[in-house]
């Protein structure tokens, strides 16, 4: 879909702020044992440098990062508060119905992921919808581990680097 297309219009950056603040858990449906890929150094990030309780959703995979994966979001220990979505587009409905069950507060597509009738089901539903958003480049855009003009510091923390 192009951007021309979109009409849905996602939470400002305060409130995707807010949303990470709030949070207390991540889970990362498709998450990846495979360092090359996007969802591995997600898992990789929020694990290091962020207060996140991560969990990770990948039915083939038995532990990614020496942490336990789970089949589905059925089966965390608890309702997750962002469910971070590393999935094609036809299998988005699908992960909503889970995170919906689950008990999920928001459903965060990351980059290049956009489906407004799951934002529009998901909204109805009472969840907080990103959509085209990475959680690690905006974690770490409040967070001091991105430069203001985007570009990366080079530091992998929640923490300004300190100049000398």
Not at 20 to 27: D, E, G, N, T
Not at 51 to 57: A, Q, T
Not at 110 to 119: I, M, P, R, Y
Not at 138 to 159: C, M, P, Q, W, Y
Request: proline share 5%; net charge neutral; with cysteine.
């Amino acid at each position: 879909m192009s951007t021309a297309e979109r009409t849905w219009s996602g939470p400002s950056a305060p409130e995707r702020l807010a949303l990470l603040r709030q949070a207390k858990s991540i889970a990362i449906v498709g998450a990846s044992d495979k360092p090359s890929r996007a969802s591995y150094f997600v898992a990789t990030y929020l694990l290091s440098s962020t207060r996140y309780k991560v969990y990770f959703v990948n039915p083939v995979v038995k532990e990614i990062l020496g942490q336990p994966t789970y089949a589905s979001l059925a089966d965390l220990p608890e309702s997750p508060d962002i469910v971070d979505v590393f999935r094609k587009h036809d299998d988005l409905p699908g992960v909503l119905a889970e995170a919906i069950s689950a008990g999920a507060r928001t459903l965060w597509l990351q980059l290049g992921s956009w489906h407004e009738g799951v934002a529009a089901d998901a909204e109805a539903a009472g969840l907080n919808v990103v959509m085209d958003r990475c959680v690690k480049i905006e974690h770490a855009r409040f967070h001091g581990g991105l430069h203001l003009a985007g570009f990366d510091t080079g530091v992998i923390s929640s923490k300004r680097q300190v100049l000398s």
